[in-house]
T-cell receptor, first 114, second 108 residues
């Protein structure tokens, strides 16, 4: 499967724990985007990364959230000290040359906070 | 403020009953307008990109069109397998702005 791979598909955490969401982009893609989706709502942009660089993090909360896309390995979205309001579906997308190209999405990670 | 609005929120059609979905956008400079299909529990699947007013793209029973203020997704003689949520997104050279989607239900 050469598509965007996200894992885990479902993640349950208790309040105060850390959540780590992983995304492997499509083969040949070096641009990664993270989105958050609440039920019955559209996708909200969080962060745009290229290998080893954060290009735009204007949609990401300043506290508790961080993202990286290392030279080797998947992109990681990290949420520290999770709260109930972090419960959502988190989608990763990738493109091959940047923001003007179609973004191809993974099937998301559904995060539930107990 | 850059934003994208889709209407209707939900649409129920009989199989074979053609209709259109609307995507209105206000962005500070549109580079591209994208349509996606999203099935329950899945990520959005790319359908079309439109770059300039007057442009049209077709794929099977779907046709997307673009004006300076809105885009339409026309569905001709839909089938039950076309049931999904259809999302549009506007690219303003910086990021994608997604609408909330139109949930389409096609009854046999």
């Amino acid at each position: 499967n050469a598509g965007v791979m996200q894992n885990p598909r479902h993640l349950v955490r208790r309040r105060g724990q850390e959540a780590r969401l992983r995304c492997s982009p499509m083969k040949g893609h070096s641009h990664v985007y993270w989105y958050r989706q609440l039920p019955e709502e559209g996708l909200k942009f969080m962060v745009y990364l290229q290998k080893e660089n954060i290009i735009d993090e204007s949609g990401m909360p300043k506290e508790r959230f961080s993202a990286e896309f290392p030279k080797e390995g998947p992109s990681i979205l990290r949420i520290q000290q999770v709260v109930r309001g972090d419960s959502a579906a988190y989608f990763c997308a990738s493109s091959n040359t940047g923001i003007d190209q179609p973004q191809h999405f993974g099937d998301g990670t559904r995060l539930s906070i107990l | 403020e850059d934003q994208v609005t889709q209407s209707p929120e939900a649409l129920r059609l009989q199989e074979g009953e053609s209709s259109s979905l609307n995507c209105s956008y206000t962005v500070s400079g549109l580079r591209g307008l994208f349509w996606y299909r999203q099935d329950p529990g899945k990520g959005p699947e790319f359908l079309f990109t439109l770059y300039s007013a007057g442009e049209e793209k077709e794929k099977e029973r779907l046709k997307a069109t673009l004006t300076k203020k809105e885009s339409f997704l026309h569905i001709t003689a839909p089938k039950p397998e076309d049931s999904a949520t259809y999302l549009c997104a506007a690219d303003n050279f910086n990021k994608f702005y997604f609408g909330s989607g139109t949930k389409l239900n096609v009854k046999p």
